[in-house]
């Protein structure tokens, strides 16, 4: 459904950015800069979790094992 003009005059579809979308491409670009390839950037990460398991941060590993589907009721065909 498509907004109404009149609804929201200050509105300008033309010269719009998101906010969010706009940080998540800085946040990319500052990445991309950062490291040339995706071994770089998990080498990276990997040495911040090595470095937070030193300094007592623990993580839980994801086990997908335990993932419990959704079931599917009757209705869903």
Known sequence: ???VPEKHP???PETYTDPILEECY???AELSA???TQ???FAYVKA???EDK???IKYVPYDPSK???PEKSDDDT
């Open 39 to 41: 071994k770089e950037f």
């Open 10 to 12: 200050e509105f300008d």
């Open 1 to 3: 459904m498509k907004e």
């Open 48 to 50: 911040l979790e090595e």
């Open 34 to 36: 950062k490291f040339k």
């Open 26 to 28: 800085r946040i990319k």
């Open 54 to 56: 030193r300094n007592g």
């Open 67 to 69: 993932r419990i589907p």
